[in-house]
């Protein structure tokens, strides 16, 4: 007796290992739009809709099929993205996010590390002569005039992270610096803290400057006279932060806590007070900027302040995409987004001589 033909089994695509917005849709419960909308504009989504549905885009792995893009007319866009120390926390935290928006929007990230002052400007022309759709500019480049005005000159879209461009004419995302730099200090202050060492960052970097002026705000305010041998310069790195502690911890009337301008120059910070036989936090209390990765990777883990590194990549990436749409029509709107930031209390930080 001949055998009955078996009809081909029916399985979707997600069982056949190609993940479509549809197969998210129908998991998350929501519409194919809301989908997309997810990855191209998140910030238009609700935040537990947007939780969702990127949690099951991450379960699943899935990328946008480049072939439907290009068949729509849709073109894949490339930007750039210059840095200055690749060793930074911070920059790695930032990479990291950066690539996750990009693949998930189907951009090409081009990443490049340069010195500022040094080779910045040839690798930034490079980068715009390769025909990029847009550029990122990390801090500090962020901040340099010469950077800024070839960005100005090439005529395609730029964003600055981690400073106000408000009087550029580029976009940017950052926070409120100061006040965050205020928060921490009057954390300090409140923990009974009245000699405070500060290190200070990057001193090209707006937000350097805008850190500092936080902090001596909080210790005017609380009506404490400034000790300028508290004040120590730093540039961000880790060796800068290491340097600055031994000079405080030198002083003849040591501070009974260390205020850092990043988590890099804090985890040096405490490393160089184990070393002269302090405890952290019960001899010494000692705060960072950031919280980047290595906020959490050293013992005790740092108190800081949290600036939304993360967010800030992601938000970065489909800003861009929209300017550069929108510039296609002539009408590219220029955004100034400012986060909010967050004081995290964690082990390092303590009364004076707990």
Known sequence: MAGTA????KTSARHRGAVTIADIAQLAGVSKMTVSRVISAPATVREETRERVARIIAELHYTPNRSARMLSGA?????GLLYNNPRSSYV???LMAAIDQASLTDVQLIARGCQLGEDDAVILDSLISSGIDAIILNPPLCDSPALLELVGNSGIPGLLISTD??????SSISIDESAAARQMTQHLLALGHRRIGFVTGEPVLAASHARKAGFLAALEAAGIALDPALIVQGDFTYPSGRRAAE???GLAERPTAIFA???DMAA???MTARQHGLDVPSQLTICGFDDSWIATAIYPELTTIRQPIAEMAKRGVTLLSEMVQADENDDRPLRH????HELVVRQSDAAPGA
């Open 337 to 340: 987004l400012r986060l909010p």
């Open 6 to 9: 078996r009809k081909p089994k």
């Open 261 to 263: 301008s990043n988590d």
């Open 92 to 94: 790695i935290d930032f």
């Open 75 to 79: 073109r894949q866009l490339r930007f």
């Open 165 to 170: 461009g408000s009087a550029t004419d580029l």
């Open 247 to 249: 000079q405080l911890l």
């Open 268 to 270: 040096a910070a405490t």
